[in-house]
């Protein structure tokens, strides 16, 4: 099975600093990676993907993602935090299509 | 408006009573599938619907069933629930599974006492 961990349950960051979410992956093949973003009581929304595209993915509301293979990494950046960018972030892994694993997710807290 | 529609939004219920939460999408979307969210554990995958009559286990499916009879609807169902299914949990859609991005439900938050 895939596992995906997701270094730091809590990062706080002040208003306008650099967003560094870290994601590191388990696969023996290439995978199908996401980051999710999830505000208090509401589902999940897709933030971006990579899917053997472009090594450096770009997602909504400024997020982007870099693949690295050789470090089985794909951190999540932001280079300006906004308040509205606190919420719980979770890094995603599938290889079949069908089965998805989460990471433990990590929670961004944006300081005024 | 589209979207994935859970019921109930809160549910506390005793051990061993049957319990069905349901979900439709009104998307025609062909792959449905739920979580459970736990504290510390992230979203864990119990199972998955590629289209109607179709449906595979996916990482935590003991405790749980699922049909789909219709491509709108994917109900998970309880037989027997167990205090340690108290959880919150999501159902979510797509088109496809990875051509397009999921689609999740608000969620529903479960007590077993």
């Known amino acids: 099975a895939q596992s995906v961990t997701q270094l730091g349950s809590h990062v706080s960051v002040s208003e306008g600093a650099l967003v560094l979410l870290r994601c590191n992956y388990s696969s023996s093949v290439p995978p199908y990676l996401f980051w999710y973003v999830q505000y208090p009581n509401q589902g999940l929304q897709l933030l971006l993907k990579?899917?053997?595209?472009?090594?450096l993915v770009k997602g909504i509301n400024g997020f982007e993602a870099e693949f690295k293979k050789s470090e089985t990494s794909f951190h999540l950046t932001k280079p300006s935090a906004h308040m509205s960018d606190a919420a719980e972030y979770f890094c995603a892994v599938s290889d079949t299509g069908n089965q998805f694993y989460f990471g433990t997710g990590t929670s961004l807290t944006v300081i005024p | 408006e589209a979207q994935v529609t859970q019921n109930p939004r809160y549910l506390i219920t005793v051990t061993g009573k049957k319990l069905t939460v349901t979900c439709s999408q009104n998307m025609n979307h062909e792959y449905m599938s739920w979580y459970r969210q736990d504290p510390g554990l992230g979203l864990r995958q119990i199972y998955y619907?590629?289209?109607?009559?179709?449906?595979d286990k996916g990482d935590v499916p003991e405790g749980y069933k699922v049909s789909r009879k219709e491509k709108r609807n994917f109900p998970l169902i309880l037989e027997s629930p167990s205090p340690n299914q108290t959880s919150l949990y999501f159902c979510?859609?797509?088109?496809?599974?990875?051509?397009?991005?999921?689609?999740f439900g608000s969620g529903t938050q479960l007590s077993v006492l």
């Open positions: 619907s590629m289209n109607v009559e179709v449906t």
């Open positions: 979510a859609s797509s088109l496809l599974p990875l051509d397009e991005k999921l689609f």
């Open positions: 990579y899917t053997s595209a472009a090594t």
